[in-house]
């Protein structure tokens, strides 16, 4: 008795019904893919199979996921997080999304300062103020932060760019 099997369970019916869709012939498809009519045959008929290469062009012409093009099912997007927690839970189970919000917060932050992108990359002397800090008591902290940030504002006042460390040799 013959099975019933779905018109496209095999990748080679897929790709068949992609180059049916596309309006080429078998060497047609070859010549875009690199290989010849035949070897378009064998995947076709699931012969072999194509090259990842491949796959990716044959994917790109028929405007198909390669989740499709090589299993036949698209794979489940991530869901969109809506509170930290959720997001975290997703991100342990798809590593991506983790860049994904990464870049959400840097594009925010660049918005926050008027779309002006600012490269951030601390110098020693910054890294040692931030270990420093960070590894104080809070009434150092206070006192610290305090005075960095009226210093700051006062200079930001006078536009001058002085203040306190506003050279290396305070540092030293």
């Given at each position: 008795?013959?099975?019933?099997?779905?018109?496209?369970?095999?990748i080679?019916?897929?790709?068949?019904?992609?180059r049916?869709?596309s309006?080429?012939?078998?060497?047609?498809?070859g010549e875009k893919?690199?290989?010849?009519?035949?070897?378009?045959?064998?995947?076709?008929?699931d012969?072999?199979?194509p090259?990842?290469?491949?796959?990716?062009?044959?994917?790109?012409?028929?405007?198909v996921?390669?989740?499709?093009?090589?299993?036949?099912k698209?794979?489940?997007?991530?869901?969109?997080?809506?509170?930290?927690?959720?997001?975290?839970?997703?991100?342990?189970?798809?590593?991506d999304?983790?860049?994904?919000?990464?870049?959400?917060?840097?594009?925010?932050?660049f918005?926050?300062?008027?779309?002006?992108?600012?490269?951030?990359?601390?110098?020693?002397?910054?890294?040692?103020?931030?270990?420093?800090?960070?590894a104080?008591?809070?009434?150092?902290?206070?006192?610290?932060f305090?005075?960095?940030?009226?210093?700051?504002?006062?200079?930001?006042?006078?536009?001058?760019?002085g203040?306190?460390?506003?050279?290396?040799?305070?540092?030293?």
């Amino acid at each position: 008795m013959r099975s019933m099997k779905s018109e496209l369970e095999t990748i080679g019916k897929r790709i068949r019904q992609i180059r049916k869709k596309s309006g080429l012939t078998q060497g047609g498809l070859g010549e875009k893919l690199g290989v010849g009519h035949t070897a378009v045959s064998d995947y076709e008929n699931d012969n072999t199979n194509p090259s990842p290469d491949s796959l990716v062009k044959i994917a790109e012409i028929g405007n198909v996921t390669l989740d499709w093009l090589i299993t036949g099912k698209e794979l489940e997007k991530p869901a969109t997080p809506t509170t930290p927690e959720q997001a975290l839970a997703i991100a342990v189970h798809h590593p991506d999304v983790l860049k994904i919000i990464r870049d959400g917060l840097i594009k925010e932050e660049f918005e926050r300062y008027g779309g002006e992108r600012r490269q951030i990359a601390l110098s020693d002397e910054e890294r040692i103020l931030i270990e420093n800090y960070r590894a104080a008591s809070d009434k150092i902290k206070r006192a610290a932060f305090n005075m960095l940030n009226d210093d700051a504002q006062e200079s930001r006042r006078n536009d001058d760019g002085g203040g306190l460390g506003s050279t290396a040799e305070n540092c030293g």
